[in-house]
C-alpha cells in the first residue's frame, strides 16, 4: 500500500537547522511531484516547497525562500527539506505530499517546534 514516512522533526533553537525526510513506498515515486507542506496550531495549511517529478523545478513559499532547501533522491524513493535560520514562526507539523494529476497521498506529519 502508499505509504509516506515523514522524520526528522523535533525541537530547536531559533536559528538552528532541521533536515527533515519523506521516505516513499507503494507507488511510482518518480512520476510524482513531492511537496511539503506545514499546519501551524489553529492555521490552515501550506505549502512551503514543491520539487518536480525529476527534480529540475522547484517553489517555495515566500516565507521559507533562502531558508529551505527541497530535493529529492529518486533511486532512494525519498525527498528532502532542509531547514536553515529557524524561526519561532516555522513551528508547525511538516507533511509530506506526492501529487500526480488528480491523484494525491499525503504521510502522517512530523512536529517542527521552534523555540529558545
Known amino acids: 500500500q502508499v505509504q509516506l514516512v515523514e522524520s526528522g522533526g523535533g525541537l530547536v533553537q531559533p536559528g538552528g537547522s532541521l533536515r527533515l525526510s519523506c521516505a516513499a513506498s507503494?507507488?511510482?515515486?518518480?512520476?510524482?511531484?513531492m511537496s511539503w507542506y506545514r499546519q501551524a496550531p489553529g492555521k490552515e495549511r501550506e505549502l512551503v516547497a514543491r520539487?518536480?517529478?525529476?527534480?529540475?523545478?522547484?517553489n517555495y513559499a515566500d516565507s521559507v525562500k533562502g531558508r529551505f532547501t527541497i530535493s529529492r533522491d529518486n533511486p532512494k524513493n525519498t525527498v528532502y527539506l532542509q531547514m536553515n535560520s529557524l524561526k519561532l514562526e516555522d513551528t508547525a507539523v511538516y507533511y509530506c505530499n506526492a501529487k500526480w494529476g488528480l491523484v494525491s497521498f499525503w504521510g502522517q506529519g512530523t512536529q517542527v517546534i521552534v523555540s529558545s
Open positions: 520539487i518536480s517529478s525529476v527534480g529540475g523545478s522547484t
Open positions: 507503494g507507488f511510482t515515486f518518480s512520476s510524482y511531484a
